[in-house]
Structures are given as structure tokens and as C-alpha cells.
């Protein structure tokens, strides 16, 4: 950190001398603590992949989830700060039930993102509090096709063919770039995310300790059961 912007690295409304809001900076790097997580968009589909390890054999598995359903077309995953996670996703559920009340259809993907991305915006320019310690990893279908978005806690959001988030993000996405194509279907789709997040996974991976989620052309957003993600895993060795 320079020097001239120490004096505003507890400021999250003012900005630093080089025009940087250093507390957003911090909140990036929360994010690249967290697990690592990541999304591949295929032609008829979306995937999304985490790194699911517990830090006990003493923690009951069934209550730690990272994979969350908004709608029954679209769901999202993060890597950083857990609890500032839960807080995102019952807004993003909050706003696609008030839509589908007055609408009575599924709020499109690209909606949920916006309002997702406003949350975490408001959070870099208010008084009294501090920006989201979670990336976020979009994916749905909708009369667009599949959709796979990242929103990162400035508020920016951006969408993706492929993408990581969290700790070895970098490796990832270049794993990423040399293996994806506009072609991908959805099961080749899955055969990369799990080829993908072996490659910086520390220790043996398994149907125990990642999770992983499907949204294909029924439109239905659905987590993977530990056999099925086996099976899977089986065929990607």
C-alpha cells in the first residue's frame, strides 16, 4: 500500500490519493481467502463447482452449504465471508418472490444479478457499515439461454463464459481459457469444472468435500447427491 493511502484504509466512503476505496480492496481480499469456486457455461446449460472441505471431522457435514437456489431456474455460489452470504441470499429471494408475485413468472437471471449487485454497491457508499466479503457466482436459464455471471463486492457484475473466484482463482481461470470452448456441452461441462478444481485441490477430493450444481435446458437448478457426483468423479478419473 502507498504510503499517502494508509491514512484512508479504514474509510470506506472516502476515497485514497490514488483514487482507490481501499476497504473494497480488502473486501477482494477476503474473497481470495475463501474456497475456491467456479462456473462453465455450456451451450445447453450452466455448471457451478465448489470446494466443500470442513476444517473438523467433528462438523456435521448436512448443515454446511455453499450452493443456494434463488429461484427454480437459477441459483449462485461464493467464496469469502459465509454469513455475508446468507444476508445476499435471502435479499435475492426476497426481490424473486416479489416479482413472481406480481408478475407471476421466474424474475430473469440478469434482473436477480442487478439487484444483487445494487446490495453490494449501496454497501461501498454508506455510512456505518462495510462492504460484502463474498464474490458471487450467477447461474440460470431463462428465455436468454443459460447465463453464468460473477458480481464481486464493489458491485460490479460481469457475465462469463468461465470463471473462479477464491483462493487459487488465477490458476483456475487459466486452466479455464486453455480448456473451454463455445461448444462445451453441459456433461463435458461438468468433466472440466471437476478437472478444473482438482488441479489446486489440497488433499483428495470427493463427492465428501465438494459440492456441485446443474441447470440444464428443463430449467431446473439442482445439487448434485454425494452418488451422483461419484459417478461423475469416476468417470473424470
Known amino acids: 500500500m502507498d504510503t499517502g493511502d494508509s491514512s484512508y484504509s479504514y474509510s470506506l466512503t472516502t476515497f485514497s490519493r490514488s483514487g482507490k476505496l481501499l476497504q473494497i480492496e480488502y473486501a477482494l481480499t477476503a474473497v481470495s481467502e475463501g474456497k475456491t469456486s467456479l462456473g462453465i457455461k455450456a451451450k445447453n446449460g450452466v455448471v457451478l463447482c465448489t470446494d466443500m472441505k470442513v476444517g473438523s471431522k467433528l462438523v456435521d457435514r448436512s448443515g454446511v452449504k455453499k450452493l443456494e437456489k434463488l429461484t427454480d431456474s437459477c441459483g449462485l455460489v461464493y467464496s469469502g465471508i459465509g454469513p455475508d452470504y446468507r444476508v445476499l441470499v435471502k435479499k435475492a429471494r426476497k426481490s424473486a418472490q416479489q416479482y413472481f408475485l406480481t408478475y407471476n413468472e421466474a424474475k430473469p437471471v440478469r434482473g436477480l444479478v442487478q439487484d444483487l449487485a445494487a446490495v453490494m454497491q449501496e454497501y461501498t457508499q454508506s455510512g456505518g457499515v462495510r462492504p460484502f466479503g463474498v464474490s458471487l457466482l450467477v447461474a440460470g436459464m431463462d428465455d436468454e439461454g443459460p447465463q453464468l455471471y460473477q458480481v464481486d463486492p464493489s458491485g460490479a457484475y460481469y457475465g462469463w463464459q468461465a470463471s473462479a473466484i477464491g483462493k487459487n482463482f488465477k490458476n483456475a481461470r487459466s486452466f479455464l481459457e486453455k480448456r473451454y470452448n463455445d461448444d ?27 459440492e456441485l450444481a446443474v441447470i440444464g435446458e428443463d430449467r431446473i437448478f439442482k445439487v448434485l447427491t454425494p452418488a451422483e457426483l461419484r459417478d461423475y468423479l469416476d468417470e473424470a478419473n
Open 184 to 210: 462445451v456441452e453441459l456433461d463435458d461441462a461438468i468433466h472440466t469444472a471437476l478437472l478444473t478444481m482438482r488441479e489446486g485441490f489440497e488433499g483428495e477430493m470427493n463427492e465428501h468435500n465438494i
